[in-house]
């Protein structure tokens, strides 16, 4: 059986390592002509660092990236709310890691062209629409460097191609564009010194008004006993003053960006320090870690509203081009690596590949759908902003702004997210299919 995935992201990247173990011959189609380690930091719950261990990536991981330790929330002021362990010390049997997207996807990338060729994927390739019968699915490839359309049989295709989706568009073509809540991020790495545990992925503020996210990522900065600090700066552009009109950008405040969200674009140091000024913590110097970067990235934080459907004959999604979600609870590329593992298993296990791939959503899109849900909700969110708001000032202790209920609800929207599962992760069986 021969499966098609357009697009070499993380999801289909896993995608064709878990369909090559199992058997399946597989062919990556991306249209980037070069693929780079391009991005800043993102975060693998112990769940993908499961399946990306059982495909033999484990000692890779361990090297690039840094066993997250604890998660800690901070008022604007550096004051201590809420913090909780994550990864082994909360009882999972893997790691949380905390990576650069691009040096992962590099991992991945190299592991599907040792392992399944050269020839395994064609970049500068670009995907332009498919046809359907009974039995296979034919695929029209552009060849941007020569111009050549070709037309590549396959028995089951899969789109693995983001945001934007090309084979997500042929399916919902009068689909509208990405829904954005209102909230920029800019986004850039910095090197600096470790700072509490030297694992620790803090959050200060709300993103009701202002929210910065910062946590090292690179293990070879930590062996050197230095600290790559990958942050996300959030701004709710309706309350810094831009509802009624565009932002900056071009976008509507709230409702759908007037421009492509591109997670590549470069952002403006002037445009984001502003917001700021002033975060001066005991542990972290904002606004210094801000113009230490040497590029900043901007975007709208967006998603689209969730699928009822995901599967057609023998085409399916994957990844973001099924279900994109809010940059909550560390969720984006690990929900995309399960979606990988559960569709070369399903397929595996399969009399035929439509059955497999009905399988697929089953198992996949309502979990998924659910978590898009939850991060749109932002639960945890609500609690910060009440403590800015009975403590504008900030605090000596946290126990005389909010009550323990209030506190443990933080814990109970991380639950709803990404942490509900220690044991079912620890003790369900593989996924892994060997051919």
């Given at each position: 059986?021969?499966?098609?995935?357009?697009?070499?992201?993380?999801?289909?990247?896993?995608?064709?390592?878990?369909?090559?173990?199992?058997?399946?011959?597989?062919?990556?189609?991306?249209?980037?002509?070069?693929?780079?380690?391009?991005?800043?930091?993102?975060?693998?719950?112990?769940?993908?660092?499961?399946?990306?261990?059982?495909?033999?990536?484990?000692?890779?991981?361990?090297?690039?990236?840094?066993?997250?330790?604890?998660?800690?929330?901070?008022?604007?002021?550096?004051?201590?709310?809420?913090?909780?362990?994550?990864?082994?010390?909360?009882?999972?049997?893997?790691?949380?890691?905390?990576?650069?997207?691009?040096?992962?996807?590099?991992?991945?990338?190299?592991?599907?062209?040792?392992?399944?060729?050269?020839?395994?994927?064609?970049?500068?390739?670009?995907?332009?629409?498919?046809?359907?019968?009974?039995?296979?699915?034919?695929?029209?490839?552009?060849?941007?460097?020569?111009?050549?359309?070709?037309?590549?049989?396959?028995?089951?295709?899969?789109?693995?191609?983001?945001?934007?989706?090309?084979?997500r568009a042929q399916l919902y073509p009068?689909?509208?564009?990405?829904?954005?809540?209102?909230?920029?991020?800019?986004?850039?790495?910095?090197?600096?010194?470790?700072?509490?545990?030297?694992?620790?992925?803090?959050?200060?503020?709300?993103?009701?008004?202002?929210?910065?996210?910062?946590?090292?990522?690179?293990?070879?900065?930590?062996?050197?006993?230095?600290?790559?600090?990958?942050?996300?700066?959030?701004?709710?552009?309706?309350?810094?003053?831009?509802?009624?009109?565009?932002?900056?950008?071009?976008?509507?405040?709230?409702?759908?960006?007037?421009?492509?969200?591109?997670?590549?674009?470069?952002?403006?140091?002037?445009?984001?320090?502003?917001?700021?000024?002033?975060?001066?913590?005991?542990?972290?110097?904002?606004?210094?870690?801000?113009?230490?970067?040497?590029?900043?990235?901007?975007?709208?934080?967006?998603?689209?509203?969730?699928?009822?459907?995901?599967?057609?004959?023998?085409?399916?999604?994957?990844?973001?081009?099924?279900?994109?979600?809010?940059?909550?609870?560390?969720?984006?590329?690990?929900?995309?690596?399960?979606?990988?593992?559960?569709?070369?298993?399903?397929?595996?296990?399969?009399?035929?590949?439509?059955?497999?791939?009905?399988?697929?959503?089953?198992?996949?899109?309502?979990?998924?759908?659910?978590?898009?849900?939850?991060?749109?909700?932002?639960?945890?969110?609500?609690?910060?902003?009440?403590?800015?708001?009975?403590?504008?000032?900030?605090?000596?202790?946290?126990?005389?702004?909010?009550?323990?209920?209030?506190?443990t609800a933080i814990n109970g929207a991380?639950?709803?997210?990404?942490?509900?599962?220690?044991?079912?992760?620890?003790?369900?069986?593989?996924?892994?299919?060997?051919?």
């Amino acid at each position: 059986m021969r499966v098609l995935i357009v697009g070499a992201g993380i999801g289909g990247l896993t995608a064709a390592l878990s369909l090559h173990e199992a058997g399946f011959e597989v062919l990556v189609a991306e249209a980037a002509a070069r693929l780079r380690p391009l991005g800043v930091g993102i975060n693998l719950l112990p769940h993908a660092v499961r399946e990306l261990t059982e495909l033999g990536l484990g000692e890779e991981l361990a090297d690039l990236g840094v066993p997250t330790a604890e998660m800690v929330h901070f008022d604007r002021f550096g004051g201590r709310i809420w913090g909780e362990p994550r990864g082994l010390a909360l009882g999972y049997s893997w790691p949380q890691y905390s990576i650069h997207r691009g040096e992962l996807q590099m991992a991945l990338l190299e592991a599907v062209l040792a392992r399944l060729g050269e020839k395994s994927v064609r970049t500068g390739t670009v995907f332009e629409g498919f046809e359907q019968d009974g039995t296979r699915v034919r695929a029209r490839l552009l060849d941007r460097a020569s111009g050549t359309v070709e037309t590549v049989p396959a028995d089951v295709l899969v789109g693995a191609d983001g945001l934007h989706s090309a084979v997500r568009a042929q399916l919902y073509p009068d689909e509208p564009a990405p829904l954005w809540n209102g909230i920029r991020m800019w986004r850039g790495l910095t090197e600096g010194e470790p700072f509490l545990t030297g694992r620790t992925m803090a959050v200060a503020g709300t993103n009701t008004a202002a929210k910065v996210v910062v946590y090292p990522i690179s293990g070879r900065a930590e062996r050197d006993g230095r600290a790559l600090l990958n942050w996300v700066a959030e701004v709710n552009m309706v309350r810094a003053g831009h509802s009624g009109g565009p932002s900056p950008n071009g976008e509507a405040a709230g409702g759908r960006p007037g421009g492509t969200a591109d997670w590549n674009r470069t952002g403006r140091l002037d445009d984001v320090l502003p917001h700021f000024a002033g975060w001066t913590f005991g542990w972290l110097d904002v606004p210094a870690l801000l113009r230490g970067t040497a590029q900043i990235l901007e975007y709208p934080m967006v998603d689209r509203d969730p699928l009822g459907r995901w599967t057609f004959g023998r085409v399916t999604l994957l990844g973001d081009a099924a279900h994109p979600m809010y940059p909550i609870g560390s969720n984006g590329g690990s929900q995309a690596v399960l979606d990988a593992r559960v569709l070369a298993h399903e397929l595996a296990s399969a009399a035929d590949p439509a059955a497999g791939l009905l399988g697929y959503e089953r198992e996949r899109r309502e979990a998924a759908n659910a978590v898009v849900l939850a991060c749109r909700d932002m639960p945890a969110d609500r609690v910060l902003h009440m403590v800015s708001e009975r403590a504008p000032q900030g605090f000596s202790c946290i126990e005389d702004v909010l009550t323990p209920e209030e506190l443990t609800a933080i814990n109970g929207a991380y639950q709803r997210t990404s942490f509900s599962d220690v044991e079912a992760l620890n003790t369900r069986p593989s996924y892994t299919v060997t051919s």
